[in-house]
């Protein structure tokens, strides 16, 4: 879209309560990750669609356990990765199926890409919903082999 904007936003700027992507679970999560966005946590990106926030992610680096498959994947002995970690990911009803997420998931690629050689990165990580796996896996990140008990899948995107 023409008149997109991708940027870092402020958190405190936005009512997140009305940020509606469709997915109640999502929405509440927002909430709170914007306050930890706020706290200076992670990072909020937002994609601006004619001045409107349309669609938004969360993005903190940090250490997390990874599944066997992933770790054989690395030729990993640690059980915890380095990894950019991508707690929340939502575009407004509205503005789905246009790309959006896509060029979310494209920007934290990049971003982990350039932190690999500064901090040692190794992964982009979420949680993916069962309705959302199959977006995630069409931009190349691994599931796990079995839910979590309250039914989201760990997905993996392995950097070279
Ligand atoms: C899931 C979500 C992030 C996808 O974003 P989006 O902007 O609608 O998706 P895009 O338009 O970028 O789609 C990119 C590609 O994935 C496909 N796709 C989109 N949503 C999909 C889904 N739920 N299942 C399978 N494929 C999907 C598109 O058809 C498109 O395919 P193409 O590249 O072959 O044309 C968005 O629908 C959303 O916010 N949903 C509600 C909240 C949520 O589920 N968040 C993720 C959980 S962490």
Redesign the pocket.
């Known amino acids: 879209m023409s008149d997109t904007e991708i940027r870092l936003i402020a958190p405190r700027s936005q009512d997140w309560g009305a940020f509606e ?3 109640a679970r ?2 509440a ?1 927002l909430v709170r990750e914007a306050h930890r966005a706020q706290a200076g946590l992670q990072q909020l990106h937002g994609v601006m669609v004619a001045g409107d926030l349309a ?1 938004v992610m969360t993005l903190r680096a940090g250490h997390l356990s990874a599944p066997v498959n992933v770790l054989m994947a690395l030729g990993m002995g640690e059980i915890e990765v380095p990894t950019l970690h ?1 707690e ?6 509205d ?11 494209s920007i934290a690629l990049d971003i982990a890409v350039r932190l690999q050689g500064e901090i040692g990165l190794k992964t982009v990580s ?4 069962t ?9 190349g990140f691994e599931a796990a082999e079995s839910p979590w008990p309250d039914g ?1 899948w760990a997905m993996w995107f392995l950097l070279n």
């Open positions: 992507c469709g997915d999502i929405s999560k669609a991508l929340v990911l939502a575009v407004r009803t503005a789905q199926r246009r790309g959006l997420g896509k060029l979310l998931i979420l949680e993916a919903t309705q959302s796996r199959a977006f995630y896996q069409n931009q989201s």
